[in-house]
Nanobody, 126 residues
Framework: QVQPVESGGGSVQSGGSLRLSCEVS??????VGWFRQAPGKEREGVAC????????HYADSVKGRFTVSRDNGKNMVYLQMNNLKPEDTAVYYC?????????????????????WGQGTQVTVSS
């Protein structure tokens, strides 16, 4: 059983930056995704990092603004979020897939992930 733990959420003005962190025990063996859920909307994939080949995938809405990275030695995954917009406001979740491989065609599918964190709130004001 893996329990990812997110941190780093908060409130910023439009154009600001935040960095989310997710601690994952045994990170080397897993792929990790970031998802978000805004009020009244479905949970959507934001970005992911695979364990086997260190590939990254992003939702079109965040490409060029968000960057996912990982430090296997520290068991940490990060989501650097720049140029934040009000539409980025959501609860952000870290999710762990029990495989180092992450085919690009499934990275944003919630049922491909085995363990989820509790979420951290990100609020962007205009």
């Amino acid at each position: 059983q893996v329990q990812p733990v997110e941190s780093g959420g908060g409130s910023v003005q439009s154009g600001g930056s935040l960095r989310l962190s997710c601690e994952v025990s045994g990170l080397f063996y897993y792929s990790v995704g970031w998802f978000r859920q805004a009020p009244g909307k479905e949970r959507e994939g934001v970005a992911c990092t695979s364990g086997s080949d260190n590939q990254e995938h992003y939702a079109d809405s965040v490409k060029g603004r968000f960057t996912v990275s990982r430090d296997n030695g520290k068991n940490m995954v990060y989501l650097q979020m720049n140029n934040l917009k009000p539409e980025d406001t959501a609860v952000y979740y870290c999710a762990v897939r029990n495989s180092p491989r992450m085919p690009f065609w499934i990275w944003n599918q919630r049922n491909e992930y085995n363990w989820w964190g509790q979420g951290t709130q990100v609020t962007v004001s205009s």
